[in-house]
């Protein structure tokens, strides 16, 4: 059978095995893929083999902001349980990719697996993480990062419920005190908790807006068929205005605002006003660990019928 290279990329993504290595499993095993795995097991090239295919949907976020706070990042590694999220271990080699996404100048995951570890040249990213694989007993998954800069201000960060959710802001400010901090972190834990999609309304495409008024018109007009024109315009200008309060994070009501009332945005100008200075919430990341990942549901009785032979 001839081995091509899109199968050699696919069993190097499956073990974290060096490309040649992939290459002679294949010949070896005339194309067999699973045979091809226990082929670079029994070579001992794969230590982490068997865990590949295990979902990997728990895990931590973490940040990780330079000094002077002009640049931070955040990335999200995934492990099978929670369990395994809490171990130092696991804990420490997230922190350790956190330094390595905080100076990499890559831009993609995949860029990213394949740079040196700076912890040990002779290994790339992927090497080490299937390095971890095989020390904790579980499926591990660097999933995602994300940097931001902001020379002209700072980047503050959030990590909540032990690394569940991770958030980074980005403050463009001219006056950067332990008051404007304070606020930055509370537009953080408001990102976390209220979880917009925009910063702004100018962020929003336009393309969805009118989707949305075609939609909203036929529920408005199915609510009241004989209501004019103009009180149909009024009832989805309402409704379209509501949802924007909601996913737009400068219109949505503040957390901790006193009167249930004031907005993120309008809190951020009563600090900047207190403080004499130009703040603008320039944008964020909000990263919550799974995020789309579909979890496996186990079948414990299914699984003991199974292994007893019923």
């Not at 001992?44 to 931590?60: F, N, S, V, W, Y």
Request: aromatic content about 4%; some cysteine; proline content about 1%.
């Amino acid at each position: 059978m001839a081995i091509t290279a899109a199968m050699v990329k696919e069993l190097r993504e499956m073990t974290g095995a060096g490309m040649v290595d992939c290459k002679n499993a294949l010949v070896e095993t005339d194309g067999n893929m699973d045979a091809a795995v226990d082929h670079l097991r029994e070579k001992g090239l794969l230590k982490a083999g068997k865990k590949a295919g295990r979902i990997a949907a728990e895990g931590i976020c973490t940040t990780l902001v330079k000094d002077d706070g002009k640049k931070a990042v955040i990335v999200e590694v995934n492990a099978e349980t929670d369990f395994v999220a809490k171990n130092e271990k696991f804990q420490t080699f997230v922190k350790d990719v956190a330094e390595q996404a905080i100076n990499t100048s890559v831009n993609t995951i995949e860029e990213f697996l394949e740079e040196k570890w700076v912890l040990d040249n002779t290994l790339t990213v992927k090497d080490a993480l299937a390095s971890q694989i095989a020390i904790i007993g579980e499926n591990m998954n660097i999933r995602r990062f994300k940097q931001v800069t902001e020379e002209n201000g700072f980047v503050m960060s959030y990590i909540h419920a032990g690394g569940k959710i991770g958030v980074l802001v980005d403050l463009e400010a001219d006056v950067v005190n332990d008051s404007i901090k304070e606020m930055a972190k509370n537009v953080a834990m408001q990102v976390a908790a209220i979880k917009p999609v925009y910063t702004n309304r100018s962020e929003v495409d336009q393309s969805y807006i009118e989707k949305e008024r075609e939609i909203l018109t036929v529920q408005a007009k199915n609510e009241k068929p004989d209501a004019k024109d103009n009180i149909i315009d009024g009832m989805v200008m309402g409704r379209i205005n509501k949802e924007l309060k909601e996913i737009c994070l400068l219109d949505q009501v503040y957390i901790k605002a006193e009167d249930g009332k004031q907005t993120v945005g309008k809190y951020v100008e009563e600090v900047a006003k207190a403080n004499n200075a130009k703040i603008t919430v320039k944008g964020f990341v909000r990263f919550e660990t799974g995020e789309g990942i579909e979890k496996k549901e186990e079948d414990f009785a299914a699984e003991v019928a199974k292994q007893m032979g019923q």
